[in-house]
């Protein structure tokens, strides 16, 4: 299978890569458009600062060709909070994906949260196999509020999403690559996931 890894400069793309490589694919990263919209399927990573991020996806266009991919892509941490349509991190205009609009933590708890925690509510093909209550990985200090759009929920502070979902748009707050088993299996169904336009 054609997997692409979109490559901008603000991902953890090598431990995502070998997390695919541990279940028999290759990924591609890149950033050049044409192989982006011909992957069966595409990564949207990112790690780091929202507004940053965003400015190296504007200047290479890709803040324009995501949104119209038609193929199943996935946004993981800051890469599906980009897919939101703004953060209050840098006040950052995002890509209009997702209808939510995405908000820093309270200084009540510990910021960023930094772990495991559990996700439940799970709904979609994504978590086909997975258990309610399961532990994934964490690294956040901002977090998209519950929304239609949500397919996963998770508790810190408060409820939010841990994972969205739009047509063929899919995003995880938790690194899939980074969750033992449990994570590789999200990634297993995203690669099954049935192509919707």
């Known amino acids: 299978m054609n997997i692409t890894i979109i490559d901008y400069g603000a991902g953890n793309i090598q431990s995502i890569k070998f ?13 050049d458009p044409e192989i982006i919209k011909k992957a069966e399927r595409v990564i949207f990573p ?16 890709l803040d324009t060709l995501i949104p119209k ?21 840098g006040n950052t205009k995002g890509l209009g994906i997702f209808d939510v609009d995405v908000k820093r933590f309270s200084n009540k708890v510990k910021v960023p949260q930094i772990g495991w925690n559990q996700i439940s509510n799970l709904k979609t093909d994504l978590f086909e196999g997975i258990s309610e209550e399961e532990y ?62």
């Open 136 to 197: 994934m990985y964490l690294v956040h200090s901002y977090y998209a509020p519950l929304c239609a759009e949500t397919i996963a929920t998770s508790h810190y502070e408060l409820d939010y999403s841990s994972a969205l979902r739009k047509n063929n748009f899919y995003g995880t707050q938790f690194h899939p690559e980074k969750s033992s088993l449990a994570g590789q299996k999200v990634l297993e169904n995203f690669l099954k996931l049935k192509v919707q336009g």
């Open 46 to 61: 990112g790690v780091g600062e929202a507004s940053s991020a965003m400015r190296k996806l504007k200047a290479t266009g």
């Open 69 to 89: 991919l038609t193929q199943p892509v996935l946004g993981i941490c800051l890469g599906m909070q980009l897919m939101c349509n703004k953060s209050e991190e």
């Open 19 to 31: 997390a695919f490589q541990r279940i028999g694919i290759d990924p591609q990263l890149t950033d």
